[in-house]
Nanobody, 116 residues
Framework: QVQLVESGGGLVQPGGSLRLSCTAS????????MGWYQQAPGKQREVASI??????NYADSVKGRFTISRDNGQNTVYLEMNSLKPEDTGIYYC???????????WGQGTQVTLSS
């Protein structure tokens, strides 16, 4: 069973930046689809960004501001968050999906709070 450990959340002012990290256990990281999901207060969890193979996808709300990247040698996926807005507030969850078995794992979440 894959385990995911996230870090990097915090309190930041609008316009600021944060970088989230998610490190996975196991030896198959490079084939996993990895994603970052946002759960805003009172709302359902929604995808922010996904990376699979060499492809990346972003929610319209974060395009041009967030960048997802991965280091397969370190089993880590990152989410660089720039020009942060109050609506970016929420818990950010890392997700891994094994495209072969379909197994899916969620991290524990990391809190991002925008406050002036």
């Amino acid at each position: 069973q894959v385990q995911l450990v996230e870090s990097g959340g915090g309190l930041v002012q609008p316009g600021g930046s944060l970088r989230l990290s998610c490190t996975a256990s196991g030896r198959m990281f490079r084939v996993y689809t990895m994603g970052w999901y946002q759960q805003a207060p009172g709302k359902q969890r929604e995808v922010a960004s996904i990376t699979a193979g060499g492809d990346t996808n972003y929610a319209d709300s974060v395009k041009g501001r967030f960048t997802i990247s991965r280091d397969n040698g370190q089993n880590t996926v990152y989410l660089e968050m720039n020009s942060l807005k109050p609506e970016d507030t929420g818990i950010y969850y890392c997700n891994s999906k094994n495209p072969i078995s379909g197994d899916e794992t969620w991290g524990q979440g990391t809190q991002v709070t925008l406050s002036s």
